[in-house]
């Protein structure tokens, strides 16, 4: 197994750091890594991992910014990513942190070394334990967060 | 006949059984489940289903957040399930209920139930009876909710 | 010539009922039906009766709903429809009318059916006299309401 | 050479005898014209006279209305030529004056036609004269409008 | 190495000068430059470069005015040099200067060559020197202005 990492130098915290880890704890995949400067150059650097150094999955990691100009970069960003999805048949697990999700740049730092951690773990889920992803299907997760858990009756 | 079922673990209500129990009951099409983290994840994993595991359709079920960023997402995640069937020339079925569509988490698990369960009708007959449904044309109906009806003249 | 008519069981008014009765008054061609769900499930249904059933052109009908969610619904649905047309090389006229078009409910039914009507004779301009289209060209033409015409010097 | 010109009976003003006037005085490319209802049937008709009538390069016209959901139809039909250009590499420049983009009807019948003379200007630089537009290129130019002009400094 | 620049007439900045400058600086690949009148026409042109004339990357470069409607055409714009990267499976570096990011034209213009500048630097990184990069990731880079920096903590 081959599992790619997409970052960018526009990211304010080192989310691939996070994601090697968390993957290296819990699984023996090779880990294939590239940086880009922005999210928008994320979909092709994701599409090439999986169509031209034959990984399995990808994590693309990104920290859009506070604007409504980053909003948009962001939107743009997640469109290319699904449509990369589908013309390589191939997962491309978004994780994006924006920066006015916390407070202040230590809780932020916290969220999105949380975040990656997380998605790192459903990365390994969806490739060697499908089965419990379904285990956990309707409980409300949250990558990051408290999970909302299912709804009460 | 295969259906496929694609739903997440980031929603609160397992849509995904009342989707079976409702399929179970109106046909004897073999079904194939996959869960997923998000909504973005839903494209690929319905394309896959097609594709790789030869469903001939697949429902997405999906519970969107009630903040910006997640109307945002599940406009996303609707614009890929709309090209994965123009890729694949395959209905996908989108059931998604939105958090904020009902005033508490009781109401929100109901009409998770009903919606699901009236869209895996609709399944049924897009597969099995497609001139059911155009008997219905015009008739303004509104899975989960009471229909809105023809117009009155 | 075949054409394809894809309607809803979400639509509150029998459109199709309307664009059959004006195709088969101005011209011979054969007439394919198929009713789904919802505007979302259109591009796809347009597509398969261009691919697979032979159809030269397609209409699809749709009144979307009066809310917010109503309206990213449709715009998805016609993106998608657009996209099927690029893929097929083949024109697929949208007949959408939003339920707050009109100010009661049978104003509602009159400017649906109007506007079928009207789109059904842009279908056979296209199929067999492309020229009176030209000859329009320019003229403020406004299916279902009254024609803005050309601008006043 | 061949250039193909798709324009709509929608629009208020014949675009698609300024263009044809302005080409013709410039080259001697032969012209290739369809009118089809509005803006979102452009890209399929602007790919058409690529792929199957052999168009070098397409104007697309169209005059969008005032009210929001006339901005998101530009918005979706935009999206579609840009789609149309990718899937043939063929520039299709689209030429769409917004009804509220002049005082009054005269003035927009002028700028209507003034912009796309100008953007006839283009298509005929973009196919025999494409050093020109380079020597422009970082100069401001404002097709309809009276030119922004190099940022002073 | 051939590395391609497509620029705009509509930009009030050479910013193809900088890029060029800043590229035989540091590297010998070839450059292959076209203009085109917007932002709109930026996707084609960057493919028809990679494809048509073997560019190894594209860097895109325009200069979206400060109405609604330019940032509008920004954002289909970025859409569709996205989907160009994902046909094409090659980076092409957007880089938009939007005339409302800075406060008069003296300070437009000196951002436009700035960030012109850093992204060509990028481009020789993603082609020569990706280590870079990613020794870079998660520090908060942003091209034009001063750096964000990495999280304090």
Chains 1, 2, 3, 4, 5 share one sequence.
Do not use: W
């Amino acid at each position: 197994m081959k599992i790619g990492i997409v970052d960018t130098n526009f990211a304010r915290y080192d989310m691939a750091r996070a994601a090697i880890r968390e993957l290296r704890r819990g699984c023996s995949a090779q880990i294939e890594r590239r940086t880009v400067p922005g999210v928008k150059d994320l979909p092709v650097a994701a599409k090439r991992l999986i169509e031209l150094e034959g990984c399995d999955m990808v994590m693309a990691l990104g920290m859009p910014g506070p604007q409504e100009i980053d909003k948009t970069c962001a939107h743009e960003a997640s469109t290319g990513l699904i449509m990369a999805q589908l013309m390589t048949n191939t997962h491309i697990i978004e994780v994006f942190v924006h920066e006015d999700e916390a407070g202040d740049e230590r809780e932020l730092a916290s969220l999105a070394e949380q975040r990656t951690r997380e998605h790192a773990k459903n990365v390994i889920k969806l490739l060697y334990h499908p089965e419990e992803l379904t285990r956990e299907a309707g409980t409300g997760q949250r990558e990051g967060f408290e999970d909302a858990g299912p709804l009460g009756r």
